[in-house]
């Protein structure tokens, strides 16, 4: 299978063509190849049978005056290889897309059973209030696992786009008879993991401040949960993605470890395997940040025989080893 991979020279792009066995044409914005250009395409796509689609814009925005860079490169971009490869009748795409197209995750609440919790209150994290409250009855919920079957609700730029890349994709699918598969990735962690950049995960970072001396800051009290999955896992899942899916359709699967794990349990994790300062809770914390986003990954098993196998605890300790290493 000749195999079209974007975003190649990204953290989660260049661990898939490590993981690729198929002949591979890679493209990136820093090796000089703008998906936003039909005539680069054009070239790219000759021959090609399958398109595993990661480049994008990533991160959360960190201002309003990201939103059309985000709109160009990830909505956009993927439009106009959308058309592309539709021109060239390739029919398989695998597509990067993120949990934050849930939202705040599912929860349960003691007399309304699941509800899906909108934005938390200012003044309740301002008290120390960090779990969201039922949109019912405003008594604090109980946090659940999310499938994918829930309702989109996405609460920044990134999200918003990641959610039209799958729309688009769905659209693309359904005119072409195309096969789509959406990887929802959850927080994705591991070797290259970008650093110092305001678009950086908390892996990284925490990772950076301890490798300065500092201690990490995690801000809520530190029990908000995320499920961290390793890269290298990721990678194997896109290549799986390439054998999966149902023609005419987008299909969309959680990309998670099923062992969700505590923003305070990461930073502890990685002061100890860095031998840095101990992490301090600061109370502090962000009004677009969701509590936890904790997701089923069980139709990714079933249907794609993916479960990842890098376990937290060996993760973490690469992650850490790749760079305080001398
Ligand atoms: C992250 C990514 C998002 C990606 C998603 C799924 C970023 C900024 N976010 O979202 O793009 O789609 O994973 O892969 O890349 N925190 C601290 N201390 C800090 C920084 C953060 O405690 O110094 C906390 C936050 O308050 C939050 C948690 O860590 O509770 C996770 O933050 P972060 O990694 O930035 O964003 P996610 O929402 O998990």
């Known amino acids: 299978m000749r195999v079209l991979l974007t975003g190649s020279a990204g953290f989660i792009g260049g661990h898939v063509a490590q993981a690729l066995d198929h002949d591979v044409i890679t493209a990136d914005l820093r090796t000089g ?20 689609h990661q480049a994008a814009k990533v991160g959360l925005g960190v201002d309003v005056a990201d939103l059309p860079d985000y709109a160009s490169v990830n909505v956009y971009g993927t ?17 990067a897309s993120s949990m934050v197209v849930y939202g705040e995750g599912a929860y349960d609440c003691a007399r309304h059973g699941r509800v899906r919790p909108g934005p938390r209150r200012a003044a309740d994290l301002a008290a120390g209030v960090f779990d969201p409250r039922c949109p019912h ?3 604090v919920l109980t946090p659940s696992v999310v499938a994918e079957d829930a309702a989109p609700d996405p609460r920044n730029a990134y999200a918003t786009t990641k959610l039209a890349q799958e729309h688009l994709a769905a659209n693309w699918a359904r005119e072409t008879g195309g096969t789509a598969v959406a990887l929802r990735y959850h927080n994705v962690y591991g070797p290259r993991m970008p650093r110092d950049t305001p678009y950086a995960g908390v892996a990284s970072i925490f990772l950076s401040a301890l ?17 961290f999955v390793h890269v290298r896992d990721v990678a194997r899942v896109n290549v799986l993605a390439l054998g999966a899916g149902t023609a005419g359709e987008l299909t969309a699967y959680n990309i998670a470890s099923g062992r969700p794990r505590t923003v305070g349990e990461l930073a ?28 089923s990954p069980r139709k990714a098993a079933r249907e794609l025989g993916f479960t990842a196998e890098i376990a937290f605890e060996d993760g973490v300790e690469e992650f850490a080893a790749a760079v305080t290493a001398p």
């Open 33 to 52: 190849v703008d998906v936003r250009d039909p005539a680069a395409l054009d070239r790219l796509l000759r021959g090609v049978d399958a398109v595993v």
């Open 79 to 95: 439009a106009t290889l959308l058309a592309a490869m539709a021109r060239h009748g390739v029919g398989r795409l695998v597509l």
């Open 137 to 139: 009855c405003d008594d």
């Open 211 to 227: 490798l300065a001396g500092r201690a990490p800051r995690v801000f809520e009290d530190g029990r908000q949960r995320r499920d």
């Open 268 to 295: 502890a994790a990685l002061a100890e395997r860095t031998g840095g300062p101990a992490p301090v809770t600061t109370g502090e914390y962000r009004l677009g940040d969701v509590r936890h986003i904790v997701a």
